[in-house]
């Protein structure tokens, strides 16, 4: 960025901190596209870095009081956008079903050595979790997960009914899903999700 580009900010950022609308929407228009772009390689989702995008910039509205001490706009935008991107993941992966997320995640990430890394160790976690489950909720939970029976084909291998099944499988994920509350997990995701980016 120029001087003079340096000084239009200099000036625009001054002006915001004593509340001044224009100066917002000035400094809005120079930096939304490149927030958006950041963000959008971060998440691979266009509404929801369009959604991080604007809440970078409520949140630099509501604290503009506090901007003092900011060098660099651009770098304090990126930061608070990469924090709020980072919340996003996390949101997403406790909506979604929590394999499929790491599912996605091991698909999307094997091919680098980093993500290859991450990916196993993960697998290691899940796969130590499956083992923990009882007995009978084990069996039913491989059989669809891994040799991807109906309810139906394991209800006749079990020799069970298909409702218990459906059960079994039910309270295998809902332990499972618990994994996610797990920090440690967690920062395996983010890595995952986000190795290469950084």
């Given amino acids: 960025m120029g001087d003079k580009s340096s000084l239009s900010e200099s000036t625009s950022l001054l002006l915001l901190r004593q509340g001044d609308r224009q100066a917002f929407s000035k400094l809005y228009d120079l930096y939304w596209e490149m927030l958006y772009c950041y963000v959008v390689r971060v998440l691979r989702d266009k509404e929801d870095a369009m959604d991080v995008v604007q809440d ?21 935008l990126k930061a608070m956008a990469r924090y709020k991107a980072m919340k996003c993941i996390r949101d997403n992966i406790r909506k979604h079903d929590y394999l499929e997320s790491l599912l996605d995640c091991f698909t999307q990430h094997e091919e680098s050595p980093e993500g290859l890394m991450v990916a196993h160790e993960l697998r290691g976690i899940i796969d130590a979790e499956i083992e923990r489950l009882p007995t009978m909720m084990r069996k039913v939970f491989i059989l669809s997960r891994r040799e991807n029976l109906s309810y139906k084909e394991i209800a006749s291998k079990l020799v069970i009914s298909d409702k218990t099944v459906k059960k079994q ?21 983010l890595l995952l999700v986000l190795e290469g980016h950084f």
């Fill in 56 to 76: 970078t910039f409520i949140s630099l509205w509501q604290q503009r009081a506090a901007l003092g001490e900011v060098q660099s706009l651009q770098a304090y």
């Fill in 169 to 189: 499988i039910s309270n295998a994920l809902r332990i499972l899903r618990s994994k996610i509350n797990d920090p440690h997990v967690t920062s395996l995701l």
